[in-house]
């Protein structure tokens, strides 16, 4: 599987943005998708994630209610909507996938094995 995410720019606070990330070669159900997000100077961190076939979204804590992940199949992309955008928000976003292993909930970086390239989100005070 190859990803590739886009759909980055600069936004005011409070505004609202969407993320995408267009997913070639095979896919599975069962396969974890997810975003994380690298501001300069920190660690990537987890952002959200869901499982291909669907199921219950997670989200790390400071963007629960804000932003929502969701895929859409049939046009092989995974998108991530971002709404009230706060300063802290800025950072290179990059969507992930682990296409190994059995199911579950996994939020650490290394348990992903596909990274597409990132977009950077600007978000302006």
């Known amino acids: 599987v190859q990803l590739q995410a886009s759909g980055g720019g600069l936004v005011q606070a409070g505004g609202s943005l969407r993320l995408s990330c267009s997913v070639s070669?095979?896919?599975?159900?069962?396969?974890?998708m997810g975003w994380f997000r690298q501001a300069p100077g920190k660690e990537r961190e987890f952002v959200a994630a869901i499982k291909w076939g669907g199921g219950r979204p997670n989200y790390v804590d400071s963007v629960k209610g804000r932003f929502t992940i969701s895929r859409d199949n049939t046009e092989n992309t995974m998108y991530l909507q971002m709404n009230s955008l706060r300063p802290e928000d800025t950072a290179v976003y990059y969507c992930a996938a682990r296409t190994w292993g059995l199911s579950g909930v996994f939020t650490r970086r290394n348990a992903f094995d596909t990274w597409g390239q990132g977009t950077q989100l600007t978000v302006s005070s």
């Open positions: 070669g095979r896919t599975e159900s069962n396969y974890y």
